[in-house]
């Protein structure tokens, strides 16, 4: 079911925004992927590969802080896996990552999770800063988007719903003698060091440094990508950070932004006059330009990770 319901619901995105173009607009998103420059496609598709290799090389100040070692073509390999992964099972990405060290590393899962939980944490906090980025640089433009595609009181209900969600899990988590709670208890105390070592580790300034180059490398593959069309060429910067938000939050709370990614990045193109047709066409050349290369690394870690440990 976790496999299918993402699947289902990309697909479901999918049916319902095409349903609604004529067969004029539909020729029309054709003829933008016939005469897309896909100069600036591999370009941004390069500077991706780069992201991936600096996440891949920041990892391994955690890992060293916690006296373990991992080379950095097997944390490499481990990153693409993850991504592959996270097509089909939302964040099932993040527990392959600290299998595959665990396997050939023999680093504990709980340490190495804990780890790549500290950095999604750090993560989350770059994407908030450029949400509120966004806000801040076109407010007008991103309280139209979000009340226009979320009625005020979904978004208040949901809003109570995880406040109420998060008193009854801390309460559940401090007063509960269940025998479940005292294991997840028991995994959560091997998490906490390697959540806490992002602190504590002698590198921890080179380490905000490369989380600052990953996001940066992320604006600049989106900035590149925008010169792929004649009509997203001219975006301003402001523009394309709201449009990066956008793309970023449809990608990191669903099976990679399947179907969520281009029908969201259409939909905020609107507000700068960019016809639906256009905005469907550049998100899904992003789109399939950046899981393609998900797709590949992660099938060569795959046949590789083994090769290249044999010993």
Known sequence: MSITIPILLGVGIIVYQYNK???????????????????????????????????????????????????????????????LLNLTVPKSGEISRALVVKKYNNIPFDKGFGTIVAERILDMFFLLFFMLLSV?????????????????????????????????????????????????????????????????????WKYFFQTILIWVSYLITYYVATKVIPETSELTLRAIITCFVVGSIAIAFTNSGFGAYPFLTSKVLLFYAIAEPAGTAFGWIIWTSQMLLVLILGLLSFLLLPILNRK
């Open 136 to 204: 801040i640089l076109q407010f007008k433009i991103v309280k139209a988007f979000i009340l226009d595609k979320i009625p005020l009181h979904l978004i208040a209900l949901l809003s109570v719903i995880g406040i109420v969600s998060f008193i009854v899990f801390i309460l559940i988590y401090k007063y509960s003698k269940l025998k479940i709670v005292a294991l997840f208890k028991e995994k959560i105390s091997g998490l906490k060091e390697g959540l806490l070592s992002i602190f504590h580790m002698k590198e921890k």
């Open 21 to 83: 173009f004529t067969e004029a607009q539909i020729k029309e998103i054709v003829g933008y992927f016939k005469n897309a420059n896909y100069f600036y496609v591999v370009l941004a598709v390069f500077i991706g590969f780069i992201g991936n290799a600096i996440r891949a090389y920041r990892w391994k100040y955690m890992l060293d802080h916690l006296g373990y070692e991992s080379s950095f073509q097997n944390n490499f390999m481990a990153v693409n896996i993850g991504y």
